[in-house]
């Protein structure tokens, strides 16, 4: 048997076929972000959002702007998004132990399912509460719908530029910031509607802009309950070719054949891959497995950028004594 070299077919670093990242070493990983200054853009962007809502109530009672009081709530959700990442920031950072193997990292996916939640709930509210003032429209001060809007739309560019360098390729992150940035919509679709109301008088516009809002919140929820149910339900990532995958372990030298290969991911950036290959029985007679089983890690993570992977080399005689491979 000669000494297995060759790694799998293609060049290392190339990229997955969808979404995937280009590699090099461990720098597949790093994101040039460290988990304390996440923490600190969100918690600037929690103060900002937490001290502005607090006005914006007061203003949305004394205006009698529903579109006000919907960002107002929507808001609410925002800074509770932003208050439920960073606890769940907390629990991701720690360390493994006990029957937590993994330990708490899946706790920033169900941060971000939750915010895709709570999204498609205040949507429900503001979108009953709008078609009820379409039906019957109430007074509404257009100025100060404006300028409360107008500082709301500067509040909210501030926090998401925070958000934005934070590290959105974290699940968790993202569901803060689309949070935000659904509300600096809502904010900019408010001031057109206070506009129109100053110059028209028609107070259906404030209704229609909430709507608007809902359109926009819909979306964003459909977005985090996806990819998180994704994660959740154990599902292959969406830039995983599985066919590709399974083809660059089966074009290593002395693999014959791969089976029950499974692809999941634990919480944002940390694929896992478990797989059963197939070699020659030489290889465990000349006592070249432990080389071929570098070879195969050394394939994953130059070309797909896997560090926790489990292997199960098995000889070919083996196939008959391993019943429901898939």
Known sequence: MTDPTPLCGGEPGTRLTGTGHEHGGHAGHSHGVSINADRRYLIGALTLLGLFMIGEVIAAFASGSLALLSDAGHMLSDVGAIAAALWAMHLAAQPARGSWTFGWKRAEILSAAGNGVTLLVVSGIIAFEAVRRLIHPPEVEGGAVVIVALVGVAVNIAAAWLLARAN??????????????????????TVVAGVVILLTGWTRADPIASLIV?????????????????????????????????????????????????????????????VHVVVEDECFADGHAPQLLDHLQACLHGHFDVEHSTFQLEPESHSAHEPGTH
């Open 168 to 189: 959105r390729a974290s699940l968790n992150v993202e569901g803060a910031y689309q949070h935000i940035l659904t509300d600096l919509y809502g904010f900019i679709g």
């Open 214 to 274: 809902v359109a926009l919140m819909l979306y964003a929820a459909w977005g985090l309950l996806r990819d998180s149910g994704r994660i959740l339900l154990e599902g292959a990532p969406r830039n995983v070719d599985l066919d590709s995958l399974r083809a660059h372990l089966l074009e290593t030298e002395h693999v014959r054949a791969v089976h029950d290969l499974h692809v999941w991911t634990v919480t944002s950036d940390l694929p896992a891959v478990s």
